[in-house]
T-cell receptor, first 110, second 114 residues
């Protein structure tokens, strides 16, 4: 069956370190993979999109990699700050729809 | 910036009531979506629309219907609310049809059905 998996356990890191979040998928062949940020009680906010023919994408302190052979995306936040604390969702495109992972909660401690 | 607004942040309804959730976007996007989000189940697509008066079923359409009379407005209707429809409802819009890219979400409506 088709599945998207993100680290179910919360990730706790120290301010200034790099946070790395993982998104694995099975039985999909997405043309795009996206990352969203969601704060408690709010709607997700689009962060980055990476295409299947791209290996890496950067935006300020954010970096996303996409390995279609491993069926995995990694999401990095460098020089993390307490304001980066949120839940991060990966989403992939399938049949004109977005399929979301359940998200990983990131907590950055000062 | 794209702005997606939803009619209510919190709503409490009784079992059997008809419930209307409204969503408006101001960026002339053709594509609009309704999701529900539940702990442990993530975001699940209920219905979506690629154009005025067009609608497509998502993954969990049972118990719901939608209406899209104007491009900027997409309504979700619970014909007869039930307690298992207690959830966070999120509306989204997107400029891109192919590939469902870059969706912009509203703030959500937390619906409680008692």
């Amino acid at each position: 069956s088709q599945k998207i998996e993100q680290n179910s356990e919360a990730l706790n890191i120290q301010e200034g370190k790099t946070a790395t979040l993982t998104c694995n998928y099975t039985n999909y062949s997405p043309a795009y993979l996206q990352w969203y940020r969601q704060d408690p009680g709010r709607g997700p906010v689009f962060l980055l999109l990476i295409r299947e023919n791209e290996k890496e994408k950067r935006k300020e302190r954010l970096k996303v990699t996409f390995d279609t052979t491993l069926k995995q995306s990694l999401f990095h936040i460098t020089a993390s700050q307490p304001a980066d604390s949120a839940t991060y969702l990966c989403a992939l495109t399938e049949g004109g729809k977005l399929i979301f992972g359940q998200g990983t909660e990131l907590s950055v401690k000062p | 910036d794209v702005k997606v607004t939803q009619s209510s942040r919190y709503l409490v309804k009784r079992t059997g009531e008809k419930v209307f959730l409204e969503c408006v976007q101001d960026m002339d996007h053709e594509n609009m979506f309704w999701y529900r989000q539940d702990p442990g189940l993530g975001l699940r697509l209920i219905y979506f629309s690629y154009d005025v008066k067009m609608k497509e079923k998502g993954d969990i359409p049972e118990g719901y219907s939608v209406s899209r009379e104007k491009k900027e407005r997409f309504s979700l209707i619970l014909e007869s609310a039930s307690t298992n429809q207690t959830s966070m409802y999120l509306c989204a819009s997107s400029l891109f049809r192919q590939g469902a890219r870059e969706q912009y979400f509203g703030p959500g409506t937390r619906l409680t059905v008692t």
